[in-house]
T-cell receptor, first 112, second 113 residues
């Protein structure tokens, strides 16, 4: 079935460092989404990407929709302790089904 | 604050029992989707409801069923609970013209013993 591959699986960084994570697929998708999930909570939408090549920022977060429509990356600049959590990429499987496919997640830990 | 609310927060059931989980969608959203998230995994799509009808379904058996009400709130029902049904159940809502941008509630943690 459809699968998204996220890397790295986990990261342990020092506060203030920049972070980069990415997500790839063997299939083309027209919408890429990045979510953050805190323990015991639902995923929170960070950035939505709708156009190939699009680069979108949300505060210290920047995400890009790959030109091939098969990948996306998320960068976090100057990390802070509250950036800790699990980051998921997701794609819209097809129109009119409502189905989002999620990656396995990247767990981020930030050392103060 | 996404505006999507779910109840209850936690629930413990035994094998074979039935459970109903509830969701209120974000204001202005007319579409609700349900996801199952096992520990350490990403959410898995169960189904979506629009205009009180099932609009799409993932790879889940018929004992997973749902309802959507005229006020766009929704229920997820699971019959004949199995141990593997233990998971975080997430509800997400969206506008039908922006169905790829879904906003999630905090989830219901279901434990089946």
């Amino acid at each position: 079935g459809q699968q998204l591959n996220q890397s790295p699986q986990s990261m342990f960084i020092q506060e203030g460092e920049d972070v980069s994570m990415n997500c790839t697929s063997s299939s083309i998708f027209n919408t890429w989404l990045w979510y953050k999930q805190d323990p015991g909570e639902g995923p929170v939408l960070l950035i939505a990407l709708y156009k190939a090549g699009e680069l979108t920022s949300n505060g210290r977060l920047t995400a890009q929709f790959g030109i091939t429509r098969k990948d996306s990356f998320l960068n976090i600049s100057a990390s802070i302790p509250s950036d800790v959590g699990i980051y998921f990429c997701a794609v819209a499987f097809s129109s009119n089904t409502g189905k989002l496919i999620f990656g396995q997640g990247t767990t981020l830990q930030v050392k103060p | 604050e996404t505006g999507v609310t779910q109840s209850p927060t936690h629930l413990i059931k035994t094998r074979g029992q039935q459970v109903t989980l509830r969701c209120s969608s974000q204001s202005g959203h007319n579409t609700v989707s349900w996801y199952q998230q096992a520990l350490g995994q990403g959410p898995q799509f169960i189904f979506q409801y629009y205009r009180e009808e099932e609009n799409g379904r993932g790879n889940f058996p018929p004992r997973f069923s749902g309802l959507q009400f005229p006020n766009y709130s929704s229920e997820l029902n699971v019959n004949a609970l199995e141990l593997d049904d233990s998971a975080l159940y997430l509800c997400a809502s969206n506008r039908m013209d922006r169905e790829d941008t879904q906003y999630f509630g905090p989830g219901t943690r279901l434990t089946v013993l």
